[in-house]
């Protein structure tokens, strides 16, 4: 597979990770506020609301981490690297992809386990769901970010790239139509 055809499928991993966690953020959105309005305005508060709203947002915190690490915008402090010489900034570079190799594979290990050991299982707000199915976000956001971290560290950051900046027009284009 060419190196373009590689990053293209990656551009669509990553919009699926941006779409899972807007639709599950849009979802937690409705579903809190229903179950307030059920509780106080209806006085018959829903058992459903908080589990499914939880179970989203461990969605949400998962796959958009993934994605925000390939957009480059997730948390990092560089008033120490970006005062250090060019080899150096490479060397922290470096540790901090391995590091993060070491923390994807931890979390995707013990959160498959966490889910194979919980699948027989239930919620009691929630009877028909399985709990294993509501730690797969772990490993899943993990196995994805663990995607985008090798993409980084072997193909560089792709946080310029019109899928990830939202710019799907070329600069160029954008210029000389000014």
Request: with cysteine; proline share 4%; glycine share 8%.
């Amino acid at each position: 597979m060419t190196e373009h055809k590689l990053l293209r499928s990656l551009d669509v991993v990553y919009l699926g990770c941006i779409w899972v966690a807007g639709i599950s953020i849009l979802l937690m959105s409705l579903i809190i506020p229903w179950g307030v309005f059920a509780r106080y305005v209806l006085g018959t508060g829903a058992h459903w609301p908080e589990p499914v709203a939880v179970l989203l947002m461990v969605s949400f915190t998962f796959l958009g981490a993934a994605a925000s690490y390939r957009a480059g915008a997730h948390i990092a402090v560089g008033v120490l690297t970006d005062r250090l010489p060019s080899a150096m900034r490479r060397q922290c570079e470096l540790l901090v992809d391995v590091l993060m190799t070491i923390i994807c594979l931890f979390v995707m290990v013990w959160g498959t386990k966490l889910v194979l050991e919980t699948m027989g299982q239930t919620l009691g707000d929630l009877p028909w769901l399985p709990v294993g199915l509501t730690y797969l976000p772990l490993p899943v956001g993990s196995f994805m970010t663990l995607i985008f971290v090798l993409e980084k560290a072997f193909l560089g950051s792709q946080s310029h790239r019109a899928v990830v900046t939202f710019d799907h027009e070329s600069k160029t284009t954008i210029v000389s139509e000014v």
